[in-house]
């Protein structure tokens, strides 16, 4: 998580307890001042390529990605489940390929093209309207509470993308495995992915 450095209230003085004798003199508390009095002390500025803008940001080196994307840059279409991996809410386009942005740390993408579901009918052509993935969940059905489906999406983009993946169903679906959706969608998904594969690939 993005850090908050918080100030400690100043104890009251003047006051005694009941039963015990007023001090002479309160001494505050005395704060530790932050190394060199810079707020920003501990931090590093990372530059990072977000739906084909660039943003800099001063962020402490364990701040993760979804974080960052979510906390500072107000995306928050990146869903945050997990937070270990295993959800695939989180997914996000690293260079075109879908990683979960809750394992990576922000400091670490520099130099890289990272796409959220807010920039993915963008970074595939889509200036106007929605990708074919997104036509496709929505014509399918393919959610329910919705908390997932942006990561499907994402997922679903990459794969049919990428063209490493076979088009029967078994393959889609072990391809799609890293994606839960806790309402158990899974059948609408599928019908999804398929169709949007068939029109992104021609086959259809």
Same mark, same amino acid.
């Given at each position: 998580m993005v850090s908050i450095q918080y100030s400690s209230p100043a104890s009251p003085v003047g006051h005694a307890d009941p039963g015990m004798a007023a001090p002479s003199q309160a001494t505050a508390p005395?704060?530790?001042?932050?190394?060199? $009095? /810079?707020?920003?002390?501990?931090?590093?500025?990372?530059?990072?390529?977000?739906?084909?803008?660039?943003?800099?940001? /001063?962020?402490?080196?364990?701040?993760?990605?979804?974080?960052?994307l979510r906390e500072i840059l107000g995306l928050h279409g990146t869903k945050?489940?997990? /937070?270990?991996?295993?959800?695939?809410?989180?997914?996000?386009?690293?260079? $075109?390929?879908?990683?979960?942005?809750?394992?990576?740390?922000?400091?670490?993408?520099?130099?890289?093209?990272?796409?959220?579901?807010?920039?993915?009918?963008?970074?595939?052509?889509?200036?106007?309207?929605?990708?074919?993935?997104?036509?496709?969940?929505?014509?399918? /059905?393919?959610?329910?509470?919705?908390?997932?489906?942006?990561?499907?999406?994402?997922?679903?983009?990459a794969v049919i993308n990428e063209g490493n993946v076979e088009g029967d169903d078994v393959s889609l679906r072990e391809a799609m495995s890293g994606n839960i959706c806790r309402c158990g969608a899974y059948k609408n998904i599928l019908e999804a992915v398929q169709s949007a594969r068939a029109r992104m690939t021609g086959e259809g």
């Open positions: 005395q704060e530790t001042p932050a190394t060199g $009095g /810079d707020v920003n002390a501990g931090k590093q500025r990372v530059t990072l390529r977000v739906n084909g803008r660039s943003h800099t940001l /001063d962020i402490e080196p364990n701040v993760i990605l979804l974080d960052a945050k489940g997990c /937070d270990h991996g295993q959800c695939g809410a989180c997914t996000v386009h690293v260079n $075109g390929r879908s990683m979960n942005a809750c394992l990576l740390l922000a400091v670490m993408q520099e130099g890289v093209e990272i796409t959220t579901i807010e920039g993915l009918a963008q970074s595939a052509g889509y200036e106007q309207g929605q990708h074919p993935v997104q036509q496709a969940f929505l014509q399918h /059905d393919a959610y329910q509470c919705g908390y997932c489906t942006a990561g499907q999406m994402m997922t679903a983009a």
